[in-house]
């Protein structure tokens, strides 16, 4: 099963496939491509739509020829970036993270100079 890629959840298409999902829709209807992206294959297909898009974004109806990009039902998100911020763990990590290499430092500096003595 597949779905329409949803810019609002899936994040927007990435360059090559939107360029790719360009020169699919150049060719036959029913034309269908697989594509891969991280961690999911795409699906291109020219397909006719009665609306799009102008230059300026603004909706404009009429017969169009496109190139529709689907995802595997399964991927509820593709390149979303995840908004909800870090994790408590991943905060907890990084400031042991950064205490580790602040205290090693201080250890190696204070060696140093007992060696110049």
Do not use: N
């Amino acid at each position: 099963m597949w779905r329409p890629w949803a810019v609002e959840t899936d994040g927007p298409l990435p360059p090559d496939l939107l360029e790719r999902s360009k020169q699919v829709a150049e060719s036959p209807i029913g034309t269908v491509e697989s594509f891969p992206i991280p961690g999911v294959t795409a699906l291109i297909r020219s397909e006719p739509h009665v609306w799009g898009y102008d230059e300026s974004g603004a909706l404009i109806k009429g017969c169009f020829q496109s190139g529709g990009v689907y995802v595997p039902t399964g991927h509820e998100t593709v390149l979303a970036p995840d908004k909800s911020g870090p994790s408590k763990l991943e905060i907890t990590v990084g400031v042991l993270t950064v205490l580790s290499l602040a205290v090693g430092t201080a250890a190696t500096i204070s060696a140093w100079k007992k060696r110049k003595r």
